[in-house]
C-alpha cells in the first residue's frame, strides 16, 4: 500500500521504498507505457526512463492527489518526450470532412491485449492522440499544448485513430 510512510521513506532516498513503490506499481505503468509504443521492449525502456525521473522528482509530490496518478503522469510526459524526441508526425487533414458520430463496433469479444494491439498498431499520431483524448481524458487544447500542434489537428487525429480502430476491429471481427 502507498502510504505516506513509505513516500516519506522515497523523498529521503530509501531504496528499499523506492523498489517497494515500483514493486506496487509497475505492472500498471508498464500497461501506460505500451499503449504509447509500439513494441514491449520500447515500453520496458520508456517505464525504466519514467521511474528514474519518478524518484529524481519525488520530492516536488505534494501530496495532492494519489502517488499512483503522479506517477501515471510523470509516466505519460515520459511517453510524450520519447515521441517528440522521435520527431512524432502529424497528418494534417484541414478542410476535410471527418465522420465523428458514435458507430461503434458491437458484438465484438476481445481480449485487452488484443486491443492493445490494436491500438499498438495505430500509426504513431494516432495513437498519442487516441490515448490522450480516450484513456487519459485530456482536452483537445491539453493535447494541442502537450504536442505542440493546433486543437483541431488533434481532433482530426482523434477521428482518425477513431475510425481506423474501427476498421481494424471489423477486420477482426471476421476473422
Known sequence: MLNDELIQQCKA???????????????????????????????????QDGYIKVFQKIATYRGEGSLEGWIKKVIINTALENLRSKKLSFESFDNQYIDTSDTAVTNTKMEAKDLLKLIQSLPDGYRTVFNLFAIEGYSHQEIANQLGISAGTS?????????????????????
Open 13 to 47: 532516498g530509501d531504496g528499499r521504498a523506492q523498489k517497494k513503490v515500483y514493486e506496487l506499481t509497475a505492472s500498471k505503468m508498464m500497461g501506460v507505457c505500451l499503449r504509447y509504443t509500439k513494441d514491449e521492449d520500447e515500453a520496458k525502456d520508456l517505464l
Open 155 to 175: 481532433k482530426s487525429q482523434f477521428a482518425r485513430a477513431r475510425q481506423l480502430l474501427q476498421k481494424l476491429l471489423t477486420e477482426e471481427k471476421i476473422k
